[in-house]
């Protein structure tokens, strides 16, 4: 039984990783509840939840020299790249300054720490057209997200390097599931849709708003498939000091995405079109060779990851 760490534990993919942990191993999860929600975790003895922030250096000190953690895995951020063009500052000091100042924490105090792994984005890569993404691919950060995340992940990397800090980072590609929070603009466009379905099978009126004609595509990775990669590279020596595509290596357009669903329910989900959303790239596909040669094997292709989602949700 391992002590497991998750920063962002109450968000929706640290919570999923928290309830994946918590059957077998001691988790605390720490969240200031800004996006995330206490009910997104299990009821289990082996939870131990602590409501604060990561920017709080004298409360991360005090969890960290609590507790010997054998994993760390760093989620918490402001996840909207919008929220982050809003408040760049703020952005800085919970997506950049977060990750330096545990970084350091954990240099001097961990040392039993076996894996220190942090959650960087596909944002880095910006609007270079070339697909697929690999990792070594001309990266263009062009927001205070994408800037924090890179910088950051850049850090990470190094104090494996510089330091042996034994770190690793990983670039999520479009993740949804079960527990993605649809109440902003800015959440992911599965979970927007998957909300509207539900109106639309309550015989409520709604409408989703599709940004352009429907043609962009993105490369959807399931949930459970991103918890199986963040595992496997927390758990492999070879993922050391490296950065790893999490994503599945296919893309889907948006239009296709919605007959898919419609017609898995068999309903019509009204949209309305609009013009793009400013500052979105058209399309997104990750190249996943990296993390594929350390024995990552997505499991849900864009169907049946849906098939599951639409089953829990409505
Ligand atoms: C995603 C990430 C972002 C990351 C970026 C990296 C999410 C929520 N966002 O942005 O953090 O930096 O990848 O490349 O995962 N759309 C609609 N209607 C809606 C909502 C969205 O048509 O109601 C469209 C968008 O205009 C976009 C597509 O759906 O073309 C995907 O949008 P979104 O889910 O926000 O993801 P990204 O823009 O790819």
Redesign the pocket.
């Known amino acids: 039984m391992n002590n497991i760490l998750i920063t962002g534990g109450a968000g929706f993919i640290g919570s999923t990783l928290a309830n994946f942990y918590s059957k077998n191993h001691k988790v605390t999860v720490i969240d200031d509840l800004s996006m995330g929600s206490k009910s997104n975790l299990d009821q289990s003895a082996n939870l131990c939840f602590i409501e604060g922030s990561v920017t709080d250096s004298i409360l991360m000190e005090k969890v960290l020299t609590d507790t010997q953690f054998e994993y760390i895995f760093h989620l918490a951020a402001i996840?909207?790249?919008a929220d982050s063009v809003e408040r760049p500052l703020e952005t800085h000091q919970i997506n950049f300054d977060s990750v330096f100042q545990l970084l350091e924490l954990v240099k001097s105090n961990q040392f039993g720490l076996k894996r220190l792994l942090f959650a960087s984005?596909?944002?880095v890569?910006g609007d270079e057209p070339t697909l697929p993404k690999k990792e070594e691919s001309v990266i263009r950060p062009l927001t205070p997200?994408?800037i924090d995340k890179f910088a950051a992940e850049k850090y990470v990397v190094d104090y494996y390097h510089l330091f042996d800090v034994p770190t690793s980072a990983v670039r999520f590609?479009?993740?949804y599931g079960p527990k993605q929070n649809p109440e902003s603009?800015?959440?992911?466009?599965?979970s927007?849709m998957m909300d509207r379905y539900k109106k639309v099978l309550n015989k409520e009126e709604t409408m989703?708003?599709?940004?352009?004609d429907g043609t962009?595509s993105?490369d959807f990775v399931f949930i459970e498939d991103v918890v199986q990669a963040l595992d496997i590279i927390a758990h492999s020596q070879d993922t050391l000091g490296e950065v790893y595509n999490i994503g599945t290596g296919e893309a889907i357009g948006?239009n296709e995405l919605v007959s898919i669903v419609d017609n898995f329910l068999q309903v019509n989900l009204p949209i309305q079109y609009e013009g793009?959303?400013s500052g979105?790239?058209k399309h997104?596909l990750a190249d996943i060779s990296k993390v594929k040669a350390v024995g990552y094997q997505p499991k849900y292709t864009i169907k049946s990851g849906l098939e599951k989602y639409v089953a829990y949700e409505l």
């Open positions: 996840a909207s790249v984005s596909a944002a890569y997200y994408a590609f479009n993740v603009p800015y959440s992911g466009v599965i927007i989703f708003t599709m940004f352009g962009q993105r948006l793009e959303r979105d790239i997104s």
